[in-house]
Structures are given as structure tokens and as C-alpha cells.
């Protein structure tokens, strides 16, 4: 009975690992965006909505399938994965009846579409280093809101008797140095007119440019280009050290081979 269960189990892991069915799950993705966006244009035409329709049940049982197949191939082991975690709560998600007062679930199932990033491996190292990343992007959100809000105080200290609307509260002032900072609009609703009643203004502008829209931003994208080539290290690692092991379990089959051929070659 184990021997069987571990036959079934080895068979669903060598299914779901094969290449062509990862590529057919990318497939149903891709295709089940496309007609949950088809639905937002053609939600009035009937004929082409049963059709819809039918795709997505059709998506809804494969993914079930897949999780199924899953649970089967790594046991107990499938929920050690935050990536098979959140393949599960989504087909969950998707199963849950979106009538009456769960109407609303049904926007829901656009959620579908983010398995891409649990499916293709590019996308799934960029989202593990963008997690990873959340540590250090917090200590520079922190520098940034600091700089933030003492720009605000001088801009207010500086222009907020002249320009009301821009910088005569603090949180006027911050949500005008924010706009700056994004570099939307920046000359000609901000820094023009305030130039125009103070020329000197190019003074504060300039340097509060400079530090949060270049050498913050910059910061921001080192840190996440930095846990982008840790997390492929770590891949690249891993399976150096899954093909050692594949390599060693090869020798020892070789081996246990040969004492086979030399136990039978002495016995006959």
C-alpha cells in the first residue's frame, strides 16, 4: 500500500514538474485574463458572455485539478511554500459561489491572473525580492518622510504667505513638495509661479529635487536590484546543491549496480 501511494505521489511530482504542463497552467492564465477582460466590454451580448462563461468554468477546473495534483505529488510539504499557499487561496477564492450578496466576490476573480507570479520564475524572483526588500525600503521611506516634512515646514516658513492654497498649511505644504517630488507639473504649476514673486525660490527648489527625486529613487532601485541578484544567488545555489545531490544519489545507484552485477557474476 505505501509502495503504491509513493508511485502515485512520484508520478503526480514528475506531472506537475514537467515543463509542458508549468506551460499549459501559463496558458490557462493568460487565457482566462483575456476573457475576464473580454467580459468587461461584451457583458451585454449574451451569446459571447455563455461563452465566456464557459472558459472560465473550464480555467476554474483546471486550476483545481492542479492544485489537487499538487497536494498529491509534495503532501504535507505543499503548504511549506508561501508561493503554494497563495495558489490555494486563490482557487478557493474562485470556487466560493459569486451570487446575491457575494456578488461582489466576482470581481475577485481577476486575482486569478496574479498565479502568474507564483508560475513563471522571472516574476516570482522579482516579487521574492521585492518582499525581501521591505526592510530597507522602509528605513528610506522613513528618511524620505523625514525630508518631506522639513522641506514642508521651510516652504511654509518661506512661501505660504504668498501662495495659500500651495504652502499655507502643513499639510498643504507636504502634498505640494510630494507633487514636486513625483515631478508632476513641477515647473509650471509649482516652481514657476513661486519664482515669479520670489526669484531667489530656485534656491529651496533645486536641492529638494535633487535629493528626493534622484538620490532617493536611485536608493530605492539599488535596494531592489541588489535582493534581485541575492535571490537569483540563491536560486542558482539551490540547485547546484539539488544537482549534487541528484548526482550522489546517481553514484549510489551505480554502486549498489555493481555489487548486484558481482553478487550474481559469483554466483553463477
Do not use: C
Request: charged share 15%; net charge neutral.
Amino acid at each position: 500500500m505505501t509502495h503504491h501511494r509513493d508511485g502515485v505521489r512520484q508520478r503526480a511530482q514528475a506531472l506537475v514538474e514537467h515543463p509542458r504542463f508549468q506551460r499549459l497552467i501559463i496558458g490557462v492564465i493568460i487565457v482566462n485574463a483575456i476573457t475576464l477582460g473580454l467580459e468587461v466590454n461584451l457583458h451585454r451580448v449574451e451569446s459571447a458572455m455563455a461563452v465566456l462563461h464557459l472558459f472560465d468554468r473550464i480555467a476554474i477546473a483546471v486550476f483545481v485539478v492542479e492544485i489537487v495534483l499538487r497536494l498529491t505529488a509534495y503532501g504535507w510539504s505543499f503548504f511549506r511554500s508561501a508561493w503554494s499557499i497563495f495558489d490555494l487561496i486563490i482557487v478557493i477564492i474562485s470556487l466560493i459561489p459569486a451570487a446575491g450578496a457575494l456578488s461582489v466576490l466576482r470581481a475577485l476573480r481577476v486575482l486569478r491572473v496574479t498565479r502568474l507570479f507564483s508560475t513563471v520564475a522571472s516574476m516570482r524572483t522579482i516579487i521574492n525580492a521585492l518582499v525581501g526588500a521591505i526592510p530597507a525600503m522602509t528605513s528610506i521611506m522613513l528618511v524620505m518622510a523625514l525630508l518631506l516634512y522639513i522641506g514642508a515646514v521651510l516652504a511654509a516658513g518661506l512661501f505660504g504667505s504668498s501662495f495659500e492654497r500651495q504652502f499655507g498649511s502643513l499639510e498643504h505644504s507636504m502634498l505640494t513638495l510630494f507633487q514636486l517630488m513625483t515631478l508632476d507639473g513641477w515647473s509650471a504649476e509649482i516652481v514657476g509661479p513661486v519664482m515669479d514673486v520670489y526669484p531667489w525660490a530656485w534656491l529651496f527648489f533645486i536641492p529638494y529635487i535633487i535629493i528626493t527625486s534622484f538620490a532617493v529613487l536611485n536608493l530605492f532601485i539599488g535596494v531592489l536590484m541588489s535582493n534581485i541578484e541575492a535571490e537569483k544567488q540563491e536560486h542558482a545555489d539551490a540547485r547546484a546543491i539539488n544537482l549534487e545531490q541528484r548526482i550522489e544519489q546517481l553514484s549510489q545507484h551505480v554502486v549498489e549496480l555493481q555489487r548486484l552485477i558481482e553478487r550474481r557474476s559469483r554466483d553463477s
